[in-house]
């Protein structure tokens, strides 16, 4: 799993590239938390069209960053996601509380 982040125009743009599993959940929530405490940003923009999948532990791990992110209002957008990862927002219902945005 890999993650990078740049912040620009007051946005924080993250990321995710490899397996969102059980295995690097631990990893990916321990940095996204890292970095959204880090920074000032009035919305984060995931990019997940290099996330080849994504199983229900990565799920859990987006739902808490958005729990998270919730409590400050800063929304959480979903770019480019991967057939995979758009299929597992789509059937979860995902999209409903994380945008997807073009």
Do not use: C, W
């Amino acid at each position: 799993m890999k993650i990078e982040h740049k912040l620009l125009n007051e946005t924080l743009y993250i990321g995710l590239s490899g397996e969102l599993d059980n295995h690097a959940a631990d990893y990916v929530r321990r940095n996204l938390d890292t970095l959204f405490e880090a920074s000032v940003m009035e919305r984060i923009v995931v990019e997940m069209s290099e996330l080849t999948f994504m199983d229900s532990t990565g799920i859990g791990v987006m739902i808490g960053r958005f729990k998270k992110m919730k409590q400050r209002n800063i929304p959480i957008f979903i770019a480019h996601p991967s057939r995979q990862a758009d299929k597992i927002f789509s059937l979860s219902g995902l999209y409903d509380i994380m945008p997807k945005i073009v």
